[in-house]
């Protein structure tokens, strides 16, 4: 075959690499499901200890079967000293950073590190779903000058996250919002960063350095940082009045407008409906209800691209439902990875049940064959 005849996909856009009876994403309906659960009900019904439980083992959960798991969730959630010790280190950089770098310090004190059996890289999962948080969390009180907390043991893993964050036990609908915008963010297939686990899974590399690179990955602000970006924008736009107008200038650049677009949605992405009741909700409650103007405002102003499939994904709402949590904008991120680790620690299990290592090609395009010249004889 020549390289004339070699199709290239640039992005791997529209290529099935392997397949996965986990997540169905239907990009041109809009839906999602977790092994066969309707996004929908799960935001309804679930919780995110729930969701994470059927995420892992493929099966919903009976009362004792969450118990435990729920246990196991809660025993992991105290970080090793050292660990600590480097995110003190560390406490000027963008949390991102912090989380990239102790999430990879983790495996040096986890005692099954090595240990690559699908048993021991679940217990790992679930004890990364709990660590991460927690490094969040303490990275944030330590840069304000103050003591990482332990949360009380009842609290659910999105109030326990809330708590280690403030000191205090958050309200119940405060809670719930952090623990739906959980449910949205656990699991999507094969994104950048799940994608990116898969690689370095594929080497035979181990847990604790999958989910690193995932950090890595999810960091860049094409995929995760695109929550952060919208509360930039919604702060430059200032007033709902002037959205029409920002649109119009962002577009006569070229430039994209965070929070709209997916590579696989056509149709809106069906995790934005429930951040965007609940941004409503609390924008409203907490005497803030421009933050919702002006968002709705943006997405009128978005209505013409519609029909070129740009339509507002799970991250337009987010951010400002953070921001009016009292999150500051650098933690945007880090609590997408907070909500994703369960469904990067499904990605890495799935790659181990065959795997194989990932390594496609790239067609040459350079110079033909050159002869070497001496350095000397180079003008
Ligand atoms: C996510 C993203 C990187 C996907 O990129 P992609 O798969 O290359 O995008 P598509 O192939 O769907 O783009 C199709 C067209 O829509 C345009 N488009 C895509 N996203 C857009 C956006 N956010 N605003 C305006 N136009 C957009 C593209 O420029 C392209 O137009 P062109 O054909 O004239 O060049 C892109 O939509 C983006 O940058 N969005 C903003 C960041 C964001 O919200 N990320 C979070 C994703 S959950």
């Given amino acids: 075959m020549s390289d004339d005849d070699v199709r290239v996909y640039r992005g791997l856009k529209g290529v099935h690499f392997d397949r996965s009876p986990t997540t169905h994403i239907n990009g041109r309906t809009g839906e999602l499901r977790y092994w066969g659960y309707s996004i929908h009900d799960l935001a309804e019904h679930s919780s995110f200890e729930e969701t994470a439980y059927l995420l892992l083992h493929g ?10 798991f729920d246990a196991e969730l809660k025993a992991a959630r105290t970080l090793p000293e050292p660990v600590v010790d480097i995110i003190r280190t560390l406490k000027n950089a963008h949390p991102m950073e912090v989380l990239r770098t102790a999430a990879s310090a983790l495996g040096a004190f986890d005692a099954e590190l090595d240990d690559r ?25 330590i840069r304000e000058g ?9 609290l659910s ?12 036990v958050p309200s119940a609908d405060a809670a719930r919002l952090m623990d739906l915008d959980f ?4 699991e999507h297939g094969s994104n950048a960063s799940s994608f990116t686990a898969r690689v370095v899974t594929g080497t035979d590399a181990n847990l ?77 409650e907490m005497g803030e209800p421009h933050w919702n103007a002006i968002l709705q405002a943006v997405e009128d102003a978005m209505q013409p691209y519609a029909r070129l499939g740009v339509n507002v994904n799970v991250d337009f709402y987010s951010g400002v439902i953070y921001h009016l949590h009292g999150i500051p ?25 065959s795997n194989i290592l990932i390594r496609p090609l790239l067609l040459y395009n350079g110079p033909e064959l050159r002869s070497y010249t001496p350095i000397d004889e180079r003008s």
């Fill in 157 to 168: 893993h999105a109030a326990a996250f809330l708590y280690q964050l403030k000191d205090e």
């Fill in 117 to 141: 059996s699908p048993a021991a890289v679940l217990r790992k999962g679930i004890r990364l779903t709990s660590q991460v948080p927690a490094i969040v969390a303490a990275h944030h009180r």
């Fill in 208 to 284: 604790h350095a999958a989910v690193t690179a995932a950090i890595a990955a999810l960091s860049g602000p094409a995929h995760g940082g695109a929550a952060e970006d919208v509360m930039k924008m919604a702060r430059e736009i200032g007033e709902p009045e002037k959205a029409a107008a920002y649109i119009k200038a962002k577009r006569k650049n070229r430039e994209p407008i965070m929070g709209f677009g997916h590579r696989v949605y056509r149709a809106e992405d069906p995790r934005a409906r429930h951040l965007r009741d609940g941004m409503k909700r609390l924008s409203e």
């Fill in 59 to 68: 099966e919903l959960p009976t009362e004792g079967q969450l118990a435990t």
């Fill in 146 to 154: 103050l003591e990482p907390v332990s949360a009380p043991r009842e």
């Fill in 183 to 186: 449910i949205l963010h656990a």
């Fill in 329 to 353: 904008q650098d933690l945007f991120v880090p609590i997408f990875a907070v909500g994703r680790v369960p469904g990067w620690t499904l990605q890495v299990l799935q790659q181990m049940e």
